[in-house]
């Protein structure tokens, strides 16, 4: 069982900045692969970036080069660099978790309650 809780979400001018972090519990995070996906309102939830257990890393083409996943297997967190922000970026960004190969779709084993990012014009 894993528990993720986000946080760093906020207000933003299109062109600043947000890190949001996702705290995980268990022993066993460094073996997940962990995600981050977005939902805007009244729209599904898509992918937007991924990193496996390995290191190995994915983005969506609408991020590329503005995000940066990382994670941090010592303090069991994983995060996600957001620069360059445009008001599409707005959304609730939720943090994910699951055993196995990365996947672009939502079929993730655990996820957070995620975190509301809001990028003004």
């Known amino acids: 069982q894993v528990q993720l809780v986000e946080s760093g979400g906020g207000l933003v001018q299109a062109g600043g900045s947000l890190r949001l972090s996702c705290a995980a519990s268990g022993r066993t995070f460094s073996s997940y692969t962990m995600a981050w996906f977005r939902q805007a309102p009244g729209k599904g939830r898509v992918f937007v970036a991924a990193v496996t257990w390995t290191g190995a890393n994915t983005y969506a083409d609408s991020v590329k080069g503005r995000f940066t996943i990382s994670r941090d297997n010592a303090k069991n967190t994983l995060y996600l660099q957001m620069n360059n922000l445009k008001p599409e970026d707005t959304a609730v960004y939720y943090c994910?978790?699951?055993?196995?190969?990365?996947?672009?779709?939502?079929?993730?084993?655990?996820w957070g309650q995620g975190t509301q990012a809001t990028v003004s014009s």
């Open positions: 994910a978790a699951r055993r196995g190969a990365l996947l672009t779709i939502p079929q993730y084993d655990y």
